[in-house]
């Protein structure tokens, strides 16, 4: 059982930057294996970047060179770091985490990339 919530979303301008973060609770974060999806309106939901419990990361070619996942096992936090934004990231974005075939969410925290 874990429980995650996420942070950092917000408004900004093609180009920029946004850090989002997720905090996990309610069991070892460590085992975890995490991840970041994200949603656009009238769209299914994608697959934007996983990092195992060891560490390794892997991305979506959309958003390769451009966003970099990270945890801190010591604070049970995991991280999407987000530069040069583009419109076409603009959606809701979901943490995840996934252990012995079980994956468990968030509520979503929204990303709008605007002029």
């Known amino acids: 059982q874990v429980q995650l919530v996420e942070s950092g979303g917000g408004l900004v301008q093609p180009g920029g930057s946004l850090r989002l973060s997720c905090a996990a609770s309610?069991?070892?974060?460590?085992?975890?294996?995490m991840g970041w999806y994200r949603q656009a309106p009238g769209k299914q939901r994608e697959l934007v970047a996983t990092i195992t419990d060891s560490g390794r990361s892997n991305y979506a070619d959309s958003v390769k060179g451009r966003f970099t996942i990270s945890r801190d096992n010591a604070k049970n936090m995991v991280y999407l770091q987000m530069n040069s934004l583009k419109p076409e990231d603009t959606a809701v974005y979901f943490c995840?985490?996934?252990?012995?075939?079980?994956?468990?969410w968030g509520q979503g925290t929204q990303v709008t990339v605007s002029s």
């Open positions: 995840s985490a996934e252990r012995l075939s079980r994956n468990y």
């Open positions: 309610g069991s070892i974060f460590s085992l975890f294996d």
